[in-house]
């Protein structure tokens, strides 16, 4: 088995591909892709996704790999091949629902909200600031009270939902969108970074 992720130590989206590797207990070379110098839009990188983002994963020998490219599919793909125990995507026609509820949710308000925030302080990206605060709040206010009573957001344990709404989430303040007034938010962080294997996104600097 060769695994190999097309990554970017700043990118919340490779981030959680990375951390579903680490919990599964997956090796994998990382292969930093230079988005600052637009290594994503060259003809090799474009290869891999029509789309030139991060992440890619490939899975297989080099000659002939299974290539996924998006945070989420990479998600689905990693759960579906390699948990034995089904906990990461269960079978269970409502809990898989609420699962791709969340998956929906972390690449729509989720995007639009805390991690265009991000991306406007660190990267200096084209998006309104306080648009994008204003959908952050938004977003963390029905999670808040989603929370409220439950560990996990699709069912009662950690589920791919979990890991593809962390890491914008618990890097919110870097995009100057507080997680003060979210105790809930807040506990459901701790809990992710308790999983075994759980490793951290780099902070920015």
């Known amino acids: 088995m060769t695994l190999r992720l097309h990554s970017f130590p700043l990118s919340g ?11 599964l207990g997956l090796e994998a070379e990382t292969v930093d892709v230079d988005l600052r110098g637009g290594a994503q839009k060259q ?18 020998e080099p000659e002939n790999p299974v290539v996924i490219a998006d945070s989420n599919a990479i998600l689905v793909y990693l759960a579906g091949k390699y948990d034995r125990s089904g906990q990461w995507l269960p079978a269970d026609p409502a809990i898989a629902a609420q699962v791709q509820r969340w998956l929906s949710v972390a690449a729509g308000q989720l995007l639009m909200g805390p991690a265009r925030a991000r991306m406007v302080k660190l990267f200096s990206s084209p998006f309104d600031h306080d648009a994008c605060r204003q959908v952050a709040t938004q977003l963390f206010h029905v999670m808040e009270r989603h929370l409220q009573g439950r560990d996990w957001l699709a069912a009662s344990h950690a589920t791919i939902a979990d890991i593809a709404l962390y890491s914008y989430t618990a890097h919110a303040p870097e995009g100057d969108v507080s997680l003060q007034p979210y105790p809930h938010i ?20």
């Open 43 to 60: 003809p090799d990188f474009l290869g891999l996704n029509a789309f030139g983002q991060v992440p890619v994963l490939e899975d297989g």
């Open 13 to 23: 989206h490779a981030h959680r591909a990375r951390l579903m590797l680490a919990l």
């Open 186 to 205: 807040r506990g459901w962080i701790r809990r992710v970074e308790t999983l075994p294997g759980f490793v951290p996104m780099q902070k920015a600097a």
